[in-house]
């Protein structure tokens, strides 16, 4: 069978995503639970990888295995032998064609940014901070520039191991409400710490450090070293991954979950 996951988690005890030696990973602790479950070996394929820190309100993983459980089993089950911070929200069965990653149609990623002098206590980890005052009308501009299809060099990191550069953009919202700003970027796929450069970029903007234009003229500089720094994991979530309807998955892994913002700052 192939069976398909639907998690989220809290990133800031783990060393990303990805399975590494000597590291506590969300997926080494995913594996060990499912394994512990299935009384047998299990390796799972992410819909994608998410950096250190960063958090997942909609992470989409499938799995292969001859062992039969109920579905209920790979929820329950799975969830009494996770950490707290770690959380499977459902499981389905799917045709053997699926793939977690290369199935997927468009990644969602939400970023929380809290502005103000005084860094943040009670959102600790769970939301970006900046102490300068943002202009959202400037950085709304420059997001326009990143819109479509482009060569986006100027924001991968130097360690991104893509063949390519190329990304299809196809939405960066920028909202508002008295401290905080939420910026939801949607994309067929992401470039290692595309999301968090092009942030820094925005920031940048939105503090006057430069006119809206400058992300465009990034864009076509094509170089990393002329634009901001990578700014900080703490307020990145994914959010979704969107998969055709071919595949019957359940709603949390097709459509963008409820926005936490409501939840953790009483944005709506």
């Known amino acids: 069978m192939k069976i398909v996951l639907t ?47 960063v958090h997942a309100l909609c992470q989409v993983v499938h799995f292969e295995t001859c ?27 799917v045709h053997d064609n699926f793939h977690a990653r290369f199935s997927a149609i468009e990644r969602t990623y939400l970023y929380y940014l809290l502005s103000r002098s005084a860094r943040p206590g009670v959102f600790h980890g769970k939301i970006g901070w900046t102490h300068y005052l943002l202009d959202l009308e400037k950085m709304q501009a420059a997001a326009k520039f990143l819109i479509g299809e482009h060569d986006f060099s100027a924001f991968r990191s130097a360690e991104c191991q893509a063949k390519s550069a190329v990304r299809k953009l196809t939405r960066l919202d920028i909202y508002q409400k008295k401290q905080f700003f939420v910026f939801e970027f949607c994309a067929n796929a992401f470039l290692h710490h595309m999301i968090r450069n092009i942030l820094g970029g925005l920031v940048y903007v939105g503090q006057g450090k430069h006119p809206p234009e400058w992300m465009q003229m990034l864009l076509r500089q094509r170089d990393r070293t002329l634009a901001a720094p990578t700014f900080s994991p703490n307020g990145l979530y994914l959010s979704g991954v969107r998969y055709d309807d071919k595949w019957n998955l359940p709603a949390s892994s097709v459509i963008q979950p409820e926005n936490v913002i409501e939840v953790i700052t009483g944005f709506k």
């Open 67 to 93: 062992v039969m459980r109920p579905l209920a089993a790979w929820v329950r089950g799975t969830n009494a032998l996770l950490p707290d911070d770690i959380s499977v929200l459902n499981a389905s069965e």
């Open 7 to 53: 998690l989220e988690y809290d990133g800031r005890n783990y060393c990303g995503w990805q399975k590494q030696p000597g590291c506590v990973t969300v997926q080494s602790q995913l594996e060990d639970a499912l394994s512990r479950v299935a009384n047998s070996p299990i390796q799972v394929v992410t819909a994608g990888r998410t950096d250190t820190g």
